[in-house]
């Protein structure tokens, strides 16, 4: 049986360790996490893995390249998928610096790297290796009311300090690979929903708040539009993308799901108020305030993901209405620890004890 191995890097992140588990699922090889547990990388994220030996976690940092030179060497791995990244728009206004590093050094460390060890690779590894950058609509801009959805040829105009991080580590991914023939493949995809999203992105963060009686911010008039795609659909993209894209080319991956983020909240506060009724009386809408805007803000997201569907016959499983309802259970439900670990900080504690000397 084919058994590739593959090198995962910020896999203990939101949408990092929702693919390790799915690829772990379905194919036999050895999985190398790479992570450098940010705030952002949880290895509660990963607990289902402890006990699985395919699953080898690495505790390190993308922009460290005799790390990853050795890595590479050890495991000779068939495919690498970037997900570490800096990723919150609001963290990248703030403090900048952190995505110039990750975003763009990071990703030019790896491609270096990877070049050195697709070279040395002999035949047939040379032909099957593969680089896959994990990218954002971001890159794109902002759209207009009238304007048709981003697609894979709509030139970049990144907004964000967070989306031109992005862009400029996703030009360097193409640049390896005109350049210098690397076999690569980037994906572009919209804003992901589903379990173990750290609860500083949109939805975590309102249903967090809904349930504390917090009131649920709503920057500016709350018509800002994305398109959103449940975890799941995401990492069954990047699974196709690897297997069946052609080297060189850019998918975007959406979920035909355009909602300004005020329909997202009421979806959200409907969905609560059905779920868990608010004591005493009411909606959870009653707990939305309307914010100053974020700087910069885009007006709004959407995503083409015709050729990905045509080319390579993925498209998503998840409609947004059983999605967002799956995500709410799994935030009610099963994994109230998980979220009091997040907010308290305990789980780099949790780490310590269940990942000492690996
Ligand atoms: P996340 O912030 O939840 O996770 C990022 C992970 O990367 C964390 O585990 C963190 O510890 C790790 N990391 C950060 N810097 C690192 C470094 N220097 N070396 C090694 N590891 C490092 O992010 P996410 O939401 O899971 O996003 C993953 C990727 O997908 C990112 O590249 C992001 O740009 C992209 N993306 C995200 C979305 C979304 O909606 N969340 C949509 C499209 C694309």
């Not at 090889?29 to 690495?58: C, I, S």
């Not at 989306?163 to 690979?177: I, P, T």
């Not at 059905?274 to 995503?303: T, W």
Request: with cysteine; hydrophobic share 35%.
């Amino acid at each position: 049986m084919d058994k590739p191995t593959i090198l995962v890097t910020g896999g203990a992140g939101f949408i990092g360790a929702n693919f390790v588990c799915a690829w772990l699922s379905r194919h036999n090889g050895t999985l190398v996490n790479l992570d450098k547990l940010t705030y952002a990388g949880n290895p509660a994220n990963l607990h289902a893995l402890q006990a699985d030996p395919r699953h080898v976690f690495v505790r390190g940092d993308i922009c460290d390249p005799e790390l990853i030179a050795q890595l590479l060497a050890r495991f000779r791995p068939r495919y690498i998928v970037n997900f570490a990244a800096e990723s919150h728009v609001d963290r990248s206004i703030h403090s900048p610096d952190a995505f110039v590093k990750t975003n763009v050094d990071g990703v030019f460390l790896l491609l270096e790297a990877a070049l050195h060890h697709w070279k040395q690779l002999t035949q047939p590894e040379v032909e099957d290796f593969r680089f896959l950058q994990v990218s954002t609509d971001e890159v794109y801009g902002s759209l207009s009311a009238e304007e048709s959805a981003f697609s894979e040829t709509t030139p970049y105009r990144p907004n964000s300090p967070y989306a031109a991080s992005k862009a400029a580590g996703d030009h360097l991914v193409r640049a390896y690979h005109r350049t210098y023939g690397l076999p690569v493949l980037t994906t572009n995809c919209s804003n992901n929903y589903g379990p173990y999203q750290h609860p500083e992105k949109l939805i975590p963060l309102m249903l967090l708040n809904a349930l504390a009686g917090k009131a649920l911010p709503v920057y500016g008039d709350g018509a800002n539009i994305r398109d959103w795609l449940f975890v799941e659909d995401h990492c069954r993209a990047i699974e196709r993308v690897l297997d069946s894209g052609t080297p060189g080319q850019t998918y975007n991956v959406g979920g035909h799901n355009e909602k300004t983020n005020l329909e997202v909240i009421r979806t959200l506060c409907a969905i609560l108020d059905q779920e868990r009724p608010r004591l005493g009386s009411g909606s959870y809408r009653e707990q939305i305030r309307f914010v100053a805007d974020r700087p910069g803000h885009d007006r709004r997201y959407a995503i083409d993901a015709s050729k990905i569907g045509r080319e390579l016959g993925w498209k998503p499983v998840e409609s947004f209405e059983s999605g967002i309802r799956k995500t709410v259970h799994w935030y009610l439900s099963q994994h109230r620890d998980w979220v009091e670990q997040v907010l308290s900080g305990d789980y780099k504690e949790w780490f310590a004890i269940n990942y000492r000397g690996r």
